[in-house]
């Protein structure tokens, strides 16, 4: 399983934007960019997925950019995940179908272990919203299952 940079960058401007503008001011692209490290480009590509996804809105005109749809403690890392199309799966396996990441028919020996994962990650990414990356507040949960 991996995140790609999509998901990366779309979290962390999610939570720039949180931050600097909340559900209150909207904060311009290019200063998301500069603080993040961003291409800008590629942000505004990611926002206008996140805008038709409901998760923020645009603001035109002088003062204008981006600010969140909804209050960053009701967004979670995992619709933000979700509206960049960037799937959390830890098998190979496609959706519905019956055949294994490897080609062939039925699932891999292991599939049930992956897919146990995965959804336990999905689990967790739609617990932790934006106030809680900002909080640093995560449940501990997984950490304790660990030891």
């Known amino acids: 399983m991996r995140l790609t940079s999509k998901g990366r960058y779309?979290?962390?401007?999610?939570?720039?934007?949180?931050?600097?503008?909340?559900?209150?001011?909207?904060?311009?692209?290019?200063?998301?960019?500069?603080?993040?490290?961003?291409?800008?480009?590629?942000?505004?590509?990611l926002f206008a997925r996140m805008r038709r996804a409901g998760l923020v809105a645009g603001v035109r005109g002088p003062g204008g950019g981006y600010r969140l749809a909804r209050g960053s403690d009701?967004?979670?890392?995992?619709?933000?995940?979700?509206?960049?199309?960037?799937?959390i799966k830890a098998t190979r396996c496609e959706e519905g179908s019956m055949k294994s990441c490897l080609g062939r028919s039925g699932r891999c020996i292991a599939h049930g272990l992956w897919q146990e994962m995965g959804d336990r990650i999905q689990v967790f990414l739609a617990s932790v919203s934006l106030a809680d990356v900002l909080e640093q507040r995560f449940d501990g949960s997984a950490r304790v299952a660990a030891e």
Do not use: F, K
């Not at 720039?16 to 500069?34: I, M, N, S």
């Not at 961003?38 to 590509?45: A, G």
């Open 74 to 87: 009701s967004i979670t890392v995992a619709e933000i995940i979700a509206a960049v199309n960037e799937p």
């Open 10 to 45: 779309a979290v962390m401007a999610m939570a720039d934007l949180a931050l600097h503008g909340g559900d209150a001011r909207a904060v311009p692209l290019q200063e998301v960019a500069r603080r993040q490290e961003i291409s800008l480009s590629y942000l505004e590509q």
